[in-house]
């Protein structure tokens, strides 16, 4: 009996047991219902490999993608003061920017950094829309004025993703103060001669596209991102008429002239590159480096003018 319990039960219990499996190793895709398996996503920049949906990605992780190596240094950007407005609906706004701050490991909607693309130097900033739904606080504002502030100290251009849901209701009036003030950071920009490249991703509405989002020397869209300022529902129950059909998408956008460019996350970094070196009027960057020498391997010797001009005839004489 020892033998049975000690041994053979356990065993039995082991193999027929249920095996708990983390949540979040698959991920399914919203438009097309396909499940992927994490790695898949994340080797593919979030987009489907199936339906070719591009999905939300972090500025973290599109930074990783966008810098060489990944390599980036984050510009410190200035703290607003908290709660301005002792703001509180269901929550307290506090409350609420905590978290989100649990939920994404940032402190705010907008990370910016400096490094190179393409061997490049530039700088970047992008929205978070997983925090708070990327929407334009006092905190964002600020984070437009240090890039661009930093852009035009390091005379590089800056390169912006948007992904927002408008002005954030919580700082009420402060929130909508953010649009003159990133207009008047854009033309820091302009006054130094230096390019302002916007990338509008799904989604940018609201005051982020009445402002800072719709500046730029040029307009970059990622596949089907909604752009506007109102939204179709709005403007249907107010016209009461049914809208074309992929109305404010990027693709009907471009095709109405208010983008330049329409182009997958996995085109985006060579996108930039071109345009970035075209814009500062350099050549086309270096697509790949030749690898190292192996150590200890004989180089070879530039050939001098004599042997230069040696016939195989004269070689051997």
Known sequence: MNWITNYVRPRINSIFSRRETPDNLWTKCPECGTMLF?????????????????????????????????IFTEVKVDA???????????????????????????????LVASGEIGRTPIV????????????????????????????VKLKRPLILFSAAGGARMQEGILSLMQMPRTTVAVEMLKEAGLPYIVVLTHPTTGGVTAS???????????P??????????????????????????????????????????????????SITRMLLGLPPAVRGD????????????????????????????
């Open 290 to 317: 030749l690898p190292p020498p192996e150590p200890g391997a004989d180089l070879p010797h530039a050939l001098s003018d004599e042997e230069d001009r040696a016939t195989p005839e004269t070689a051997k004489k």
């Open 212 to 222: 800072y989002a719709m500046l730029g020397d040029v307009h970059i869209a990622e």
């Open 124 to 151: 970047a900033a992008a929205q978070d829309f997983s925090f708070m739904a990327g929407s334009m606080g006092m905190y964002v504002g600020n984070a437009i004025i240090a890039a661009a502030q930093e852009a």
């Open 80 to 110: 607003p003061k908290p709660d301005p407005l002792n703001f509180r609906d269901q929550k307290r706004y506090p409350d609420r920017l905590k978290a989100a701050q649990k939920q994404t490991n940032e402190a705010e909607a907008m």
């Open 38 to 70: 994490h790695r898949e996503v994340s080797d593919n920049l979030n987009v489907c490999t199936n339906c070719n949906h591009h999905m939300h990605i972090t500025p973290r992780d599109r930074f990783l993608a966008l810098f060489d190596g990944g």
């Open 224 to 273: 089907n991102a909604l752009i506007c300022f109102a939204g179709p529902r709005v403007i249907e129950q107010t016209i009461r008429e049914k809208l074309p059909e992929g109305f404010q998408r990027a693709e009907y956008l471009l095709d109405h002239g208010m983008l330049d460019r329409v182009t997958p996350r996995g085109e985006m970094r060579d996108e930039l590159i």
